[in-house]
T-cell receptor
Framework: AQSVSQHNHHVILSEAASLELGCNYSYGGTVNLFWYVQYPGQHLQLLLKYFSGDPLVKGIKGFEAEFIKSKFSFNLRKPSVQWSDTAEYFCAVNRMDSSYKLIFGSGTRLLVRP | GAGVSQTPSNKVTEKGKYVELRCDPISGHTALYWYRQSLGQGPEFLIYFQGTGAADDSGLPNDRFFAVRPEGSVSTLKIQRTERGDSAVYLC?????????????FGPGTRLTVL
């Protein structure tokens, strides 16, 4: 069965540190890729998305992600985190030959210490 | 409305009871999705509507779960004979699918607790 893996379940960083969250998926066909964020007490919000074209995509709040097809990966990065980035981050995949459902990873909880 | 809304925000029920959860998608969005999120997990797909019809219901765990979208807008997720294992946050999302792009916008969820 297809799956999405987020290997880091909990990450603790100090402000200004660099961030990289891993995401790998198990499906070999064409995919759309997403990162969603859930801030404390808020609902899921889209951070960034990849549909096609340039594999390096930029999202809101200084986040970016790189799609590496050969590695089935879509890692999320931010050069310098802020306390306000404390949240849970979810990677999601949509198979293009299937319905529009999203398959989510289990999430990574990020705590940024001031 | 401005975003996806879900009611109620919290629902506490007893084992064996019937519950209905409502989702109001973004106006004009033709696609509507239901997901379930258990503690410590990512959202898990339940069902997807394109207009009034269920285009993919492969995620519904069993026949106690049913969803409708009779007029192609508001949707109701119905759970019969609730069990303690049904306790979770039920999320609704919608998308326009404009250009074939599947950007889903999520609601705040309904937290269901089955005692």
């Amino acid at each position: 069965a297809q799956s999405v893996s987020q290997h880091n379940h909990h990450v603790i960083l100090s402000e200004a540190a660099s961030l990289e969250l891993g995401c790998n998926y198990s499906y070999g066909g064409t995919v759309n890729l997403f990162w969603y964020v859930q801030y404390p007490g808020q609902h899921l919000q889209l951070l960034l998305k990849y549909f096609s074209g340039d594999p390096l995509v930029k999202g809101i709040k200084g986040f970016e992600a790189e799609f590496i097809k050969s590695k089935f990966s879509f890692n999320l990065r931010k050069p310098s985190v802020q306390w306000s980035d404390t949240a849970e981050y979810f990677c999601a995949v949509n198979r293009m030959d299937s319905s529009y459902k999203l398959i989510f990873g289990s999430g990574t909880r990020l705590l940024v210490r001031p | 409305g401005a975003g996806v809304s879900q009611t109620p925000s919290n629902k506490v029920t007893e084992k064996g009871k019937y519950v209905e959860l409502r989702c109001d998608p973004i106006s004009g969005h033709t696609a509507l999705y239901w997901y379930r999120q258990s503690l410590g997990q990512g959202p898990e797909f339940l069902i997807y509507f394109q207009g009034t019809g269920a285009a993919d219901d492969s995620g519904l765990p069993n026949d106690r779960f049913f969803a409708v979208r009779p007029e192609g807008s508001v949707s109701t997720l119905k759970i019969q004979r609730t069990e303690r294992g049904d306790s979770a946050v039920y999320l609704c999302a919608s998308s326009s699918l404009a250009g074939g792009y599947n950007e889903q916008f999520f609601g705040p969820g309904t937290r269901l607790t089955v005692l």
